[in-house]
């Protein structure tokens, strides 16, 4: 047990608030992701984490506190993705890609204007990367509030976005706002990715999202239990990654820590790889009526 | 403008456009966005490992961008799921590359910069001696998709009717994916992993929406992300900001103007 919690870590007052966030991050990202990737849209919920990390560096670059630039570059992303059409099926992916492609643009930008003022270099690894050791107390009542807004938006939306994820015709023809659901949720799927943003880092918040809840639809037959085993396995993967990343202080090369992001992400690749494994007696029949709402992944 | 040194940024950046604009237009048109977005970034982790362990960058960038190519090309789906499950794995093998690249980062003693120039690219640098393998590498990818015209036309167009004539959906992905693994690995040194992106999403997307014959896409892609090449050094030379901004927004702006023109001309052009 000595050799796994190294002398210290639990009374590491950044590793506590790493734990605290890393939980809300985990859990906010695997109910959603279990939708992102029924609804096939792994790529918007990945370029919604690199479009946040242009308004993390925005933010950096006015001296805001990154949080808030990540969740208005966020939200304000998806809503421009859900104008050029990112809910159409054929050329969503474009739309996409047009969208990012210019928030990287910027990014690049703010990156240059805040490296000529304050001569700070470590500032683009930290904001593609994040820190989540370096997470500051008085964020973490905001970080922890955007989490549950996000989870409450997906909860009161789940039985509605469920039927539009499946099959967008049979909601339409009961009554449903499509649009307006998809809209909703890609503002809850921003809010969860710019808070994992903070958390991990920009770019790896996408393993958060999608690793966890293509392993869990992939074992799982109903999407309720792939949202509880999308969280509880993303909550283990991320702390043991912090856990992990903190005894690597004591690993070589002496006195420099391997980054959290590296053991989250080496975590969730090998649950998703393990689902490919399973025994071939317990495997799911695939016939197409049944376990259809389980199909993508 | 035109001195000496920016000359080879000049036809550099023209090869690179080249290079872009086709590869971009297949990437466009099969619906491999968002693999056109995480080789060039994975390859640029590749970068990161390879000066940890101090051999040439180009290697790393090779057995990144290639390696990539192929976990994508070989754990994707077939069929009606093909696209969520490419998708899915595609995200699951960029998180890996930039995780070993955050790893290899930390662990050596590179500076932060250096990473920033694996990231935005430092064309207004570009030696005699980057140009020619560039140029090379260029020939050989416009032979490859050249070669393959055909076989990669029907499977991205109608995957049915090539599955009936024998050619697979799968196997052209991921001979697709390791032409542009090769493209990326030798051009992200130079533009940087964003602007890679960048330019060959913009014009293609452009292109597209204008035109519904594959030939004249192909053509006006490649026309388009030249000009965003040469109006971006342009701008970045007057301006001193970063290329990659310029290349990005100019991207956007033509995907716009393209999407604009279609929607005021008559309905001929293919959704999408």
Redesign the interface.
């Given at each position: 047990m000595h050799y796994l919690f190294e002398p210290g870590l639990f009374s590491s007052g950044p590793v506590r608030t790493a734990l605290l966030v890393g939980a809300v991050v985990a859990i906010t990202s695997g109910v959603i992701g279990v939708f992102t990737?029924?609804r096939?849209?792994?790529?918007a919920?990945?370029?919604l984490a690199d479009v946040a990390t242009t308004g993390g560096s925005g933010a950096f670059l006015i001296g805001v506190n990154q949080f808030w630039g990540f969740l208005v570059a966020g939200v304000a992303a998806a809503a421009v993705m859900e104008a050029?059409g990112v809910q159409r099926r054929?050329?969503r992916?474009?739309a996409?890609?047009?969208?990012?492609?210019?928030?990287?643009?910027?990014?690049?930008?703010f990156?240059?204007l805040g490296?000529l003022r304050t001569a700070t270099?470590?500032?683009?690894?930290s904001v593609?990367?994040g820190s989540i050791f370096v997470i500051s107390p008085d964020t973490v009542p905001a970080l922890v509030a955007s989490g549950v807004i996000a989870l409450l938006v997906v909860a009161v939306l789940a039985r509605v976005l469920l039927l539009t994820s499946v099959s967008p015709d049979l909601a339409r023809a009961r009554g449903v706002n499509v649009r307006l659901v998809g809209i909703a949720y890609l503002a809850a799927l921003a809010v969860s990715v710019s808070l994992a943003a903070v958390a991990i880092?920009a770019?790896?918040s996408?393993?958060l999202?999608?690793?966890p809840s293509?392993t869990a639809l992939r074992i799982t037959k109903t999407p309720g239990r792939a949202m509880a085993v999308s969280a509880l396995a993303g909550l283990v993967a991320t702390w043991l990654g912090i856990v992990l990343a903190y005894d690597s202080y004591y690993w070589p090369?002496h006195g420099?820590?391997?980054?959290v992001?590296?053991f989250?992400?080496?975590l969730?690749?090998v649950g998703?790889l393990l689902s490919y494994v399973r025994p071939r007696g317990k495997r799911v029949p695939r016939s197409p009526h049944e376990g259809v709402e389980c199909?993508?992944? | 403008m035109f001195s000496g040194l920016m000359m080879n940024t000049w036809i550099t950046a023209s090869i690179v456009a080249v290079i872009a604009g086709m590869t971009g237009f297949f990437a466009?048109l099969r619906?491999q966005?968002?693999a056109?977005?995480a080789i060039p970034?994975g390859a640029f982790a590749g970068a990161a490992g390879a000066s940890l362990i101090g051999i040439n960058v180009i290697w790393g960038l090779l057995v990144f961008a290639t390696g990539g190519a192929l976990a994508i090309g070989a754990l994707g789906g077939e069929g009606r799921?093909r696209?969520?499950?490419n998708?899915?794995v595609?995200?699951?093998a960029?998180?890996?590359m930039?995780?070993?690249g955050?790893?290899f980062?930390?662990?050596g003693s590179q500076?932060?910069?250096e990473?920033?120039a694996d990231?935005?690219g430092e064309v207004f640098g570009v030696s005699q001696g980057e140009v020619l393998p560039i140029a090379g590498l260029g020939i050989v990818a416009a032979l490859a998709i050249a070669v393959a015209f055909r076989p990669l036309m029907l499977t991205s167009a109608l995957p049915e009717v090539a599955e009936a004539r024998g050619v697979s959906t799968r196997r052209a992905d991921l001979y697709f994916l390791v032409v542009m693994a090769l493209a990326t690995s030798m051009t992200v040194p130079v533009v940087g992993a964003?602007?890679m992106?960048?330019l060959m999403?913009?014009p293609a997307?452009a292109a597209?929406s204008v035109t519904a014959r594959p030939g004249t896409a192909l053509i006006l892609s490649v026309a388009i992300a030249l000009a965003t090449v040469w109006l971006s050094i342009a701008l970045s030379y007057q301006t001193n900001?970063?290329l990659?901004?310029?290349?990005?927004?100019i991207?956007?702006a033509f995907?716009l103007i393209g999407?604009a023109a279609r929607a005021v001309a008559p309905r001929r052009a293919v959704?999408?």
């Open positions: 990737v029924m096939g849209q792994s790529f919920g990945h370029s050029i054929r050329g992916d474009v996409t890609g047009v969208v990012l492609g210019a928030a990287l643009g910027a990014a690049a930008l990156l240059y490296t270099t470590g500032a683009s690894f593609l990367f880092g770019v790896l996408t393993a999202l999608i690793g293509a090369p420099r820590g391997w980054p992001s590296f989250v992400v080496a969730v690749l998703y199909s993508p992944a | 466009v619906g966005t968002f056109a977005h970034n799921d696209k969520s499950r998708d899915v595609t995200a699951l960029l998180v890996l930039l995780g070993l955050a790893l980062i930390s662990l500076y932060a910069e990473t920033y990231l935005f964003l602007l992106f960048s999403i913009g997307a597209r900001w970063p990659g901004f310029f290349v990005g927004t991207g956007a995907y999407q959704a999408g």
